[in-house]
C-alpha cells in the first residue's frame, strides 16, 4: 500500500516559537495533501486541503496565518505552527492521496507539545 | 453540523464473535465511505473501503454493508481477535465538494479474550 511519513513524530518547543512538521509520500505522487488535527479521545479535525504547486484552502476557523502550509513538490508538505502557543499542543496527522486513489493515507503523526 | 456519526463511543465483543460498528450521514451526495482504524499516537490506517453505488463490500475478515436509503454504513469483523482492538473510524468522501475527508467521532472497539 501508499507509505505516507511525518517528521518529527514528535516535538517539544517553547511558547513563542515556530515549528515545522514535514509529510512525505515515499511510493506515490500526491497531489492532494490534507493536515488534521486530533485532540485526545476526539475525531481528526481537517485544518486545511494542500494543493501542490497552489495555495492551501483551510476550514473554517482554522488561522492560515499561524498554520503556514506549504506543498512545494508532489511528495511533499510541511506545515509550520508559528508563534506557537500552549493551546496548539495536539496530534497533528497528514494525509496524502494521487489521482485517482480515493483512498487517503495516512501518515504516523507527529505530537507537537508546547510548553 | 455533524454530516458523519458514529453513536456509540465503545462497543466490547467476545474473542471469536462478530463485532459490528455502525455509522450514519446526512449527506447524500458522499461518493466513498471508507474505514479506518487507529491506535492511539498513530495515525488512521486504511481498512476498506465501499463506493456510494454498491451495497457490498468484503476483504478477508472485514465486511462493509451500504444502505443507502437509511443513510447507514456498518463494518462487520468476523472472527473478532485482540489484535483488532483500537478505534474505528469511519469517513465519507465528496470528490464534488473537494474531495476531503469528512470523519466521524470514532467507535473503541475492545475485544476481549
Known amino acids: 500500500g501508499a507509505v505516507v511519513s511525518q517528521h518529527p513524530s514528535w516535538v517539544i518547543c517553547k511558547s513563542g516559537t515556530s515549528v515545522k512538521i514535514e509529510c512525505r509520500s515515499l511510493?506515490?505522487?500526491?497531489?492532494?495533501m490534507f493536515w488534521y488535527r486530533q485532540f485526545p479521545k476526539q475525531s481528526l479535525m481537517l485544518m486545511a486541503t494542500?494543493?501542490?504547486?497552489?495555495?492551501?484552502?483551510?476550514e473554517q476557523g482554522v488561522e492560515k496565518d499561524k498554520f503556514l502550509i506549504n506543498h512545494a513538490s508532489l511528495t511533499l508538505s510541511t506545515l509550520t505552527v508559528t508563534s506557537a502557543h500552549p493551546e496548539d499542543s495536539s496530534f497533528y496527522i497528514c494525509s496524502a492521496n494521487g489521482q485517482g486513489l480515493h483512498e487517503q493515507y495516512f501518515g504516523p503523526g507527529t505530537r507537537l507539545t508546547v510548553t | 453540523d455533524q454530516q458523519v456519526k458514529q453513536n456509540s463511543p465503545s462497543l466490547s465483543v467476545q474473542e471469536g464473535r462478530i463485532s459490528i460498528l455502525n455509522c450514519d450521514y446526512t449527506n447524500s451526495m458522499f461518493d466513498y465511505f471508507l474505514w479506518y482504524k487507529k491506535y492511539p499516537a498513530e495515525g488512521p490506517t486504511f481498512l476498506i473501503s465501499?463506493?456510494?453505488?454498491?451495497d457490498k463490500n468484503e476483504d478477508g475478515r472485514f465486511t462493509v454493508f451500504l444502505n443507502k436509503s437509511a443513510k447507514h454504513l456498518s463494518l462487520h469483523i468476523v472472527p473478532s481477535q485482540p489484535g483488532d482492538s483500537a478505534v474505528y473510524f469511519c469517513a465519507a468522501i465528496s470528490y464534488n465538494q473537494g474531495g476531503k475527508l469528512i470523519f466521524g467521532q470514532g467507535t473503541e472497539l475492545s475485544v476481549k479474550p
Open positions: 511510493d506515490f505522487q500526491a497531489t492532494t
Open positions: 465501499i463506493s456510494s453505488i454498491k
Open positions: 494542500s494543493n501542490e504547486g497552489s495555495k492551501a484552502t483551510y
